[in-house]
């Protein structure tokens, strides 16, 4: 199995593994990925956040590769040697991504509802200037309507082409793509109103801006004011796992799961994520992993668990 | 046990002199500061009549700021209600309308707004995390009333007049954000 060094950190990983993904596997100074997605066929390599410096190519040709690579495409070498966050050329580098990312970003964070979940938002904080380089006009985009339960706002699409894979890799039939090219390109369906298939809601778990985002739950409330449940349910479409997003007792939005990369956990259908929205068609499991860096855990005062002294002093 | 910091006092039964017994001198020292006090100038003033100053950058009563064209700031995008530690502010947004536009300056409004006063400490922290300009504390008082039911001031108590007249000038307190003088 090929060995591979970043920043200083050496893990063994089989062959065919890409940078990115080793780096996941040590799981610290992790590069960023905007469109990459581990569960997606073909994704990744078109936003060029994940760029890493490889100082050196491998035993065997121990040169170091002439440019920065991007890391989810570029699969380890035995003996590789990578900088990711050690590079003051990477972080360089990555910042002017950003920057690139948010030449035609509305920055309209306070209305959008993927605020406070948002990959770009979080990114933009890490790596980003606070105030925009940017003289020229934005893009903008006459809203089009896809449906009635998912909403598109083309503003705010970083052209990352998660939702495209979802619809080729999840549904038989894929209705919508990116209509023209370079920096003309949009996100669009064939025909307005069309994405209806029963899987096609988890595009708006794979947006990682604000694109695509659940009209069911649009302007109803904050991430940061709901309380995020795990729960389950048996679903004979999907795995029926999901995140179920209170306020109060109501359930604002049926979500999947994420994991620590942001990325789902597993698929869900559309039957589970719009139409169930009762506490008694769920199982519930308990409060959902959130980093409590996130904002999403601010202001979420109960403890997540019982304390033991309680529960001493009620057996006595 | 040997006290640690030394400002404990050794409690005495000593008995009383017989002055202290008739307890007059005690007496009449007090009646000397109650009645030196009469011919002094007053601490309170009768409020409403009468007004103190403020500074320039008072934290009193609330504002939700119109821009130019009339049209409210507020986006309702709750970053005021997260960054509140006391969580007076509450919030419910709403879309806005074709036929709005003058009412509202983004597509997202707050169709409700309640701070409760109660719990109000006016640190002014919502200010701060205002990314659209909308809220700012203002040299007024906060109205009091008998009931606490009044005291969860509503969009109609917030809002400031559409009118040019009626406008709140916040241009010192705005200033005092901006530069992190709170």
Redesign the interface.
């Known amino acids: 199995m090929p060995k591979v060094t970043i920043d200083d950190i050496t893990i063994e990983v089989p062959a065919g593994t890409t940078i990115l993904e080793a780096a996941r596997q040590i799981g610290v100074n992790v590069p960023p990925a905007m469109c990459y997605y581990s569960k997606l066929k073909g994704s990744g390599g078109k936003c060029r956040v994940c760029l890493v410096k490889v100082t050196k190519g491998s035993d065997r040709d121990p040169r170091p590769m002439p440019k920065l690579v991007a890391s989810c495409r570029t699969a380890v070498m035995d003996g590789m040697e990578v900088r990711n966050v050690t590079s003051p050329e990477v972080i360089e580098a990555r910042r002017g991504v950003v920057e690139f990312l948010l030449v035609n970003h509305p920055l309209d964070c306070p209305i959008c509802d993927q605020a406070g979940e948002c990959h770009l938002q979080d990114l933009s904080y890490d790596h980003g200037l606070s105030k925009s380089r940017y003289e020229f006009e934005r893009r903008t985009f006459e809203r089009i309507d896809i449906g009635d339960k998912i909403q598109l706002h083309m503003n705010r699409c970083i052209l990352c082409y998660r939702c495209t894979q979802v619809a080729e890799q999840l549904t038989p039939e894929r209705v919508h793509g990116v209509l023209y090219r370079g920096e003309v390109s949009e996100i669009s369906t064939f025909i307005e109103q069309a994405v209806d298939n029963e899987m096609s809601g988890n595009m708006i778990d794979v947006c990682p801006v604000g694109a695509l985002t659940d009209k069911t739950f649009r302007f109803k409330s904050r991430v940061w004011f709901t309380k995020p449940m795990y729960a389950h349910r048996d679903c004979p479409t999907c795995s029926g796992k999901v995140t179920l997003w209170y306020q109060g007792a109501e359930v604002l939005r049926v979500t999947s799961r994420k994991d620590k990369w942001g990325e789902s956990e597993g698929f869900i259908c559309n039957t589970c994520r719009f139409d169930k929205k009762q506490t008694i068609d769920w199982t519930i499991e308990g409060p959902a992993d959130v980093d409590r860096h996130s904002v999403i855990s601010q202001n979420h005062y109960e403890l997540p668990y019982e304390l033991p002294v309680n529960q001493k002093k009620l057996s006595n | 046990m040997q006290s640690l910091t030394n400002r404990s006092k050794v409690v005495s039964n000593k008995q009383l002199s017989f002055a202290e017994r008739l307890y007059l001198p005690a007496i009449f020292g007090g009646l000397r500061i109650t009645f030196k006090h009469m011919f002094k100038k007053k601490v309170t003033v009768s409020y409403p009549e009468q007004q103190r100053d403020h500074g320039r950058i008072y934290r009193g009563q609330h504002v939700l700021k119109r821009d130019e064209q009339g049209r409210e700031n507020c ?5 005021c ?2 960054a509140c530690p006391a ?1 007076a502010i509450t919030m419910i ?3 806005r309308k074709k036929g709005e536009e003058h009412l509202y300056r ?3 409004y707050a169709v409700e707004y309640n701070i409760n006063m109660l719990r109000c400490i006016f640190c002014g922290l919502c200010e701060e995390a205002c ?2 300009d909308a809220i700012y504390l203002t040299d007024r008082i906060a109205e009091s009333n008998y009931e606490r039911g009044q005291f969860i001031f509503t969009k109609d108590k917030l809002v400031e007049g559409i009118e040019q007249d009626k406008r709140i000038d916040v241009s010192d307190r705005r200033k005092a954000v901006r530069n992190g003088a709170m």
């Open positions: 986006t309702a995008c709750g970053l209600a997260v969580e947004a709403g879309e983004e597509e997202k990314p659209k």
